[in-house]
Nanobody, 122 residues
Framework: VQLQASGGGSVQPGGSLRLSCEVSGLSLHYYHIAWFRQAPGKAREGVAYISTSDATTFYANSVKGRFTISRDSAENRVYLQMDSLKAEDTAVYYC????????????????WGQGTQVTVSS
């Protein structure tokens, strides 16, 4: 099982990035996927979640209305579209797969990608 996160980079405040999580070795039809982030000195934070069945989504309050999670089951990829980026969005972003009872709890996920750095700075 491998999750490969990509798409990070440096952007000015107000800009946009789209992160991609390429999943291999498991099917998006059976695993829920979430994006987490971790800034230096801070705890890992759940950012967005998408379920397997009806593609139900959840978001952290801090990103609601700015971030959108989506999936392409045919390509086994999950995306995180990030708009109106702020300096406080700067972090390493990870994708994770599992069957969480609470979506934003990081240790309820079984598989993790390696992380991609997002830096928002003027």
């Amino acid at each position: 099982v491998q999750l490969q996160a990509s798409g990070g980079g440096s952007v000015q405040p107000g800009g946009s990035l789209r992160l991609s999580c390429e999943v291999s070795g498991l099917s998006l039809h059976y695993y829920h996927i979430a994006w987490f982030r971790q800034a230096p000195g801070k705890a890992r934070e759940g950012v967005a979640y998408i379920s397997t069945s009806d593609a139900t989504t959840f978001y952290a309050n801090s990103v609601k209305g700015r971030f959108t999670i989506s999936r392409d089951s045919a390509e086994n990829r999950v995306y995180l579209q990030m708009d109106s980026l702020k300096a406080e969005d700067t972090a390493v972003y990870y994708c994770a797969a599992g069957f969480p009872t609470v979506w934003a709890v990081w240790d309820e996920y079984d598989y993790w990608g390696q992380g991609t750095q997002v830096t928002v700075s003027s």
